[in-house]
């Protein structure tokens, strides 16, 4: 008998060359077993990437997504993080090719997946900061704050998919870049488009470095402070001292 080591080998041999295995049977059970695996893969695609399937359509997206499972299968059984290069496959997808912005809006949706399932911290709370804060105290950002830059509107395309979205979210969307947060306070995911002073002050290491970072970028630091903690994105001070 096999031992368990000796088998996964095997089998994934098989797997990886089907076409030498000289059993018929064996091979249809493969051909079965990677058919199921690749259509799992491809559904996760669809969950993970919904706005990009949305905007494509189902088969347009179906085909683009069996392209990407065979070049980057799953490297691991946890399919709710598959996908991690698959905005920059969509980019370089041919048939996207008129909608340049469709790799944009997966780089979103990829942060959010990560948001989702990042590590859980307590958000810093403003309460505490009523009794006074150290200016040079270092900011931490929570373990499911992202930020990016985006040549298309990405976020407000990924907003105007969700459920509460205006009727009108699409038709009013300005197409310029955007400066993107995702957060997920209270374990509910935010996108939120951002100024350039709200991302200077993200940009900064210690409290009083972020403010003269956004106060030099012309932002009203007691506002983008107020809105950055009403998101979530930074996580609560820990016993040396630091804002987390």
């Known amino acids: ?3 368990a080591a000796d088998f996964q080998q ?4 098989m797997l990886a060359a089907p076409d030498t295995v000289a059993d018929s049977a064996i091979r249809r059970a493969l051909t079965i077993h990677r058919n199921t695996a690749s259509k799992a893969a491809r559904d996760a695609l669809f969950a993970n990437f ?20 065979d070049a980057v299968p799953p490297a691991e059984a946890r399919l709710c993080l598959y996908g991690d290069r698959f905005a920059a496959f969509v980019d370089a997808w041919a048939a996207f090719a008129e909608a340049p912005y469709l790799g944009a809006v997966g780089s979103v949706e990829r942060l959010v997946v990560e948001a989702l399932f990042a590590a859980d911290a307590p958000l810093l709370d403003p309460a505490v900061l009523a009794n006074g804060i150290d200016p040079e105290a270092v900011l931490q950002r929570h ?10 509107p990405a976020a407000s395309l990924w907003l105007a998919h969700q459920p509460d979205a205006p009727e009108d979210a699409l038709e009013s969307i300005v197409w310029q870049p955007e400066l993107i947060l995702v957060t997920r306070p209270e374990d509910a995911i935010e996108v939120r488009v951002i100024d350039v002073p709200t991302r200077a002050f993200l940009a900064g290491t210690t409290l009083v470095d972020a403010a003269e970072r956004a106060a030099g970028e012309g932002g009203d630091v007691a506002e983008i402070f107020a809105s950055l903690l009403g ?3 930074f996580a609560a001070q820990d016993q040396q001292g630091e804002l987390q």
């Open 143 to 152: 373990p499911a704050s992202r930020t990016a830059k985006t040549l298309a």
């Open 50 to 69: 919904p706005v990009v399937a949305a905007l494509v359509g189902e088969d347009a997206f179906a085909a683009c997504a069996s392209s990407y499972v």
């Open 10 to 13: 095997a089998f994934g041999a």
């Open 231 to 233: 998101a979530g994105a």
């Open 1 to 3: 008998m096999l031992e």
